[in-house]
């Protein structure tokens, strides 16, 4: 989805991703031939550099190592709103609270284990007042 919208000038979609895990190592290095999933930090990283305008990541882990840059723990309000909202490349640390709001225009994917999505994505996105109808989970 992110490749497709990005490749289209036209396409004036914006895409925010906040990729939640349980530590470092499950981004950099999850699978036991290693680098595969090195490669997508390193694709994400570079997509949301190189189109900025249109693509915005952040991170966060429940385990961070002591230089960790991003957040630390479960999904939250304040993430969604402070970190997802940011009109600037989000792989920066610069906190910029620009939330468009929940509207109809708007849609939210959500993607992970079921006590991640219920008891911390659904409550955040609920308190921010984005509509179940425009929620989606797979």
Known sequence: ????????????????????NQSEDDI???YS?????FRLRKELDELAL???DK?????????????????KGFVNDEMIKVRL??????????TNEHLPGPSDDSAV???????????ACIPSLERLGYNASNRFQF
Not at 33 to 37: F, R
Not at 109 to 119: D, E, L, S, W
């Open 50 to 52: 190189k189109h900025s």
């Open 55 to 71: 693509f915005r990541v952040w991170y966060t882990v429940d385990r961070p190592s002591d230089d960790w840059k991003f957040s």
């Open 1 to 20: 989805i992110i490749t497709d919208i990005i490749k289209h000038d036209d396409d004036r979609t914006q895409i925010s991703l906040l990729f939640a």
């Open 109 to 119: 994917f959500m993607c992970g284990p079921p006590p991640m999505i219920n008891m």
């Open 33 to 37: 031939q290693c680098c595969q999933s």
């Open 85 to 94: 909202s940011s009109r600037k490349c989000l792989i920066s640390s610069t």
């Open 28 to 30: 950099l290095c999850r």
